[in-house]
């Protein structure tokens, strides 16, 4: 899409229009062959005008100035011009070129991918796989009222497995997923193919474990469980909307407060290549920027998009971020992770006598204005005498966001990510989370969940 008529964007006290031309292509598998195979391509644009904090906002699915122009006289009715027109500046782009572009990649490799994995998942008392291929390219482009010009291409890459194994009646499932951005060679790099293996052998392990046992105990959380927690606990909580909403009282009014252990630090960067939650600018024209949420345990600042920082009287930190041209963008994370600490991983394991070690985090729930959640240990494993002991099954984590970023006493130097769509007002970003080992010595319950 070309852009010239920037009297457009003159009104208000901000505007931005968002172009966006993206495709997508998803596979799954299941029951030994492709049994879902869909794709599609979609353009489209949105007009937005910010004004005494109101946000008024439209997309249309034909793109042009012409619709354009048509739709914005509603949305600036009763709307101040502002007081001159946009000054064009230097256009800024992020367009990589890629090795393996994914539009070039035959879909018969890509099928060929999930067919070997599928045979290395395929054990014995395998009953049931399930593989999820998906690949997603954005172009996008964004004027602003402020003269700003940008220009960038995303792809992101996923693979997903779920595995369900049986034996005499009972059942056990395992899960996991990788992505990121990139080209076709992520999926090599990432080996998914023997990920698939590791993930029937961990629905297998499941069949014979124990359940965990219930109560509250020391729990160790290895890097390798990712950063769900954090994500959950303790980033959406520091999203600027949820502070100014009361949504997040705890953390209203905690800039320069200590909310955490001294060795705790929560960094929140989009610039990271190669992560799912990587870009180069956010939804309203802003450049990525790595921010310090919590620096050794104090609160520095907020997540913010342009009205939320607008409404504090701060600049955006450039966490603006929109599903698509269909909505309005809202502060979001990205990359969001506890920093590395000064501990050794071994050394962390060895501190607990008994307790439960975390090795892989599955899904849960926060209750924002607490910050008390519940997640699900998708694998896990009882400490005992310092080691690493027998696979459990069955068990959950309850506690509170806010107490546990104070009780966590002990930092490990390695790091491990994990991946997903985060859900919110209505909208998905992709979103990585990362996180150290780390030891919780209280204030963590361990609960059964239903086999």
């Known amino acids: 899409m070309q852009f010239s008529d920037w009297d457009l964007l003159a009104y208000g006290d901000f505007a931005d229009l968002f172009w966006e031309n993206s495709r997508s292509l998803?596979?799954?598998?299941?029951?030994?062959?492709?049994?879902?195979?869909?794709?599609?391509?979609?353009?489209?644009?949105?007009?937005?005008?910010?004004?005494?904090?109101?946000?008024?906002?439209?997309?249309?699915?034909?793109?042009?100035?012409?619709?354009?122009?048509?739709?914005?006289?509603?949305?600036?009715?009763?709307?101040?011009?502002?007081?001159?027109?946009?000054?064009?500046?230097?256009?800024?782009?992020?367009?990589?070129?890629?090795?393996?572009?994914?539009?070039?990649?035959?879909?018969?490799?890509?099928?060929?991918?999930?067919?070997?994995?599928?045979?290395a998942a395929s054990l014995p008392q395998v009953r049931q796989i399930t593989i999820g291929y998906g690949e997603s390219e954005r172009h996008l482009k964004i004027w602003t009222s402020e003269g700003v010009a940008t220009?960038?291409?995303?792809?992101?890459?996923?693979?997903?497995?779920?595995?369900?194994a049986e034996k005499e009646g009972v059942l056990q499932t395992a899960y996991d997923s990788v992505s990121g951005t990139g080209d076709f060679s992520y999926f090599a790099k990432q080996n998914v193919v023997g990920l698939a293996r590791r993930v029937a052998e961990r629905a297998v392990l499941r069949l014979s474990a124990p359940s965990a046992p219930a109560g509250e105990m020391p729990i160790i959380v290895a890097a390798s469980a990712g950063g769900t927690l954090i994500h959950e606990a303790i980033g959406h909580p520091l999203e600027a909307d949820a502070v100014q909403k009361d949504v997040s009282p705890t953390y209203k009014g905690s800039i320069g407060k200590v909310v955490g252990n001294e060795k705790i630090s929560v960094l929140e960067?989009?610039?990271?290549?190669?992560?799912?939650?990587?870009?180069?600018?956010?939804?309203?024209?802003?450049?990525?920027?790595?921010?310090?949420?919590?620096?050794?345990?104090?609160?520095?600042?907020?997540?913010?998009?342009?009205?939320?920082?607008?409404?504090?009287?701060?600049?955006?930190?450039?966490?603006?971020?929109?599903?698509?041209?269909?909505?309005?963008?809202?502060?979001?994370?990205?990359?969001?992770?506890?920093?590395?600490?000064?501990?050794?991983?071994?050394?962390?394991?060895?501190?607990?006598e008994t307790g439960l070690l975390v090795t892989k985090m599955g899904g849960g729930q926060v209750e924002p204005a607490t910050g008390d959640f519940v997640?699900?240990?998708?694998?896990?494993?009882?400490?005992?005498?310092?080691?690493?002991?027998?696979?459990?099954?069955?068990?959950?984590?309850?506690?509170?966001?806010?107490?546990?970023?104070?009780?966590?006493?002990?930092?490990?130097?390695?790091?491990?990510?994990?991946?997903?769509?985060?859900?919110?007002?209505?909208?998905?970003?992709?979103?990585?989370?990362?996180?150290?080992?780390?030891?919780?010595?209280?204030?963590?319950?361990?609960?059964?969940v239903s086999d």
């Not at 100035?65 to 914005?72: F, Q, T, V």
């Not at 090795?99 to 994995?117: D, G």
């Not at 792809?155 to 369900?164: A, K, N, P, Y």
Request: hydrophobic letters at 35%; one cysteine or more.
């Open 269 to 352: 960067d989009p610039t990271m290549r190669g992560q799912r939650g990587f870009y180069a600018f956010d939804d309203e024209g802003i450049p990525a920027q790595r921010v310090v949420l919590i620096e050794n345990g104090v609160l520095k600042t907020y997540l913010y998009d342009r009205q939320t920082a607008m409404k504090d009287g701060v600049s955006s930190n450039g966490h603006g971020r929109r599903e698509s041209f269909r909505h309005r963008p809202i502060p979001r994370m990205a990359n969001t992770f506890v920093a590395p600490g000064p501990d050794d991983p071994q050394k962390i394991l060895h501190s607990v």
């Open 26 to 119: 998803s596979i799954r598998w299941e029951g030994g062959k492709v049994e879902r195979l869909t794709g599609g391509q979609e353009c489209g644009a949105g007009l937005r005008v910010l004004w005494n904090d109101q946000t008024r906002y439209v997309s249309a699915d034909d793109p042009t100035l012409e619709s354009l122009r048509r739709l914005a006289k509603p949305l600036v009715a009763g709307v101040p011009r502002a007081t001159r027109v946009p000054v064009p500046q230097s256009p800024q782009s992020y367009v990589p070129r890629l090795s393996h572009p994914l539009e070039f990649i035959p879909v018969e490799q890509k099928v060929a991918l999930l067919e070997q994995a599928y045979a």
């Open 151 to 164: 220009e960038e291409r995303r792809t992101i890459l996923t693979f997903s497995l779920t595995v369900v």
């Open 375 to 448: 997640f699900e240990v998708e694998e896990g494993f009882l400490i005992q005498n310092g080691q690493k002991g027998p696979l459990v099954r069955s068990a959950n984590l309850m506690g509170n966001g806010p107490d546990v970023l104070k009780a966590i006493d002990l930092v490990g130097s390695d790091m491990g990510w994990s991946v997903g769509t985060c859900g919110k007002d209505g909208q998905g970003a992709p979103v990585s989370d990362g996180l150290p080992t780390l030891r919780i010595p209280k204030g963590v319950v361990i609960g059964g």
